[in-house]
Structure formats: C-alpha cells, structure tokens
C-alpha cells in the first residue's frame, strides 16, 4: 500500500506514515488573510507528490485562481501545471487553523498526526 509520510521539519523524530489506499489525498485550509478555504487533490506516484486539482472559494491576498479556472458550484476549480515534487513543506503558525489532510473523505488536522507548529515536510514513504 502506498502511504504519505509527515514529519517535522525542524525535528530529527522519526515520521508518521499515514495509508492512501488509492495513492491519493487531499490537502485543506483558510486562507490567513482572505478567510476562505483552499483545497488540493493530490496523487503520490513513483514521481513523487503531484497535485492534480486545486480549488479556492475566492481569491486576493496571493491567492488567486489559475488562468484557465472555471467556477463551479462557487468554487474556482483548476488542474495546476507544477512537476512532481519530492517533498512539500508546509508552514505552520499557533494563530491559523491548522492544514487538514483527506484520505478517502476521513478529513483531520495535521496536528492529529503530529503535534507542535513547527513546518511539515510531506514525502512518500520508502519501504526500508
């Protein structure tokens, strides 16, 4: 089974494997300053993490939808164009909800896995 491995950035701790039984999830949060929520869905391959969609609820402050976005169900919905990522590193702050991580529609806090504020460094996991 593929799975997504979590760990602090900042910590030498050793990393939480979470299970994707179809090699996907997807990652969710508020927006610090516009307050709306932003969405990805995203794949773990023999490439490493590739997002395949992303969706916002509006858009400002940095944020803004793609080009070729379209608006559905009040959602502004796009496939990003990035490369495969070996990692992806997501900072954290004690005065903004936490990221939450999806698998299978089980949506949780990233503090549920693991705990602090410190950055999260997102990777497949390697079998040993």
Do not use: N
Request: proline residues 5%.
């Amino acid at each position: 089974m593929i799975s997504l491995c979590l760990a602090a950035a900042m910590s030498a701790a050793a990393s939480i494997p979470i299970a994707l039984p179809d090699g996907r999830f997807s990652l969710r949060w508020i927006h610090s300053i516009e307050k709306v929520e932003w969405q990805e869905d995203w794949r773990v391959s023999e490439k490493g993490l590739e997002v395949v969609e992303a969706r916002i609820k509006g858009s400002g402050a940095g944020m803004e939808p793609a080009d070729d976005a379209i608006l559905k169900d009040g959602w502004y919905v796009w496939q990003p164009h990035t490369p495969s990522m070996a990692k992806v590193i997501l900072g954290r702050s004690g005065v903004v909800a936490d990221h939450r991580i999806c698998v299978g529609g089980d949506c949780r806090a990233v503090s549920d896995y693991i705990g602090g504020t410190d950055a999260i460094v997102l990777e497949p996991c390697h079998a040993p």
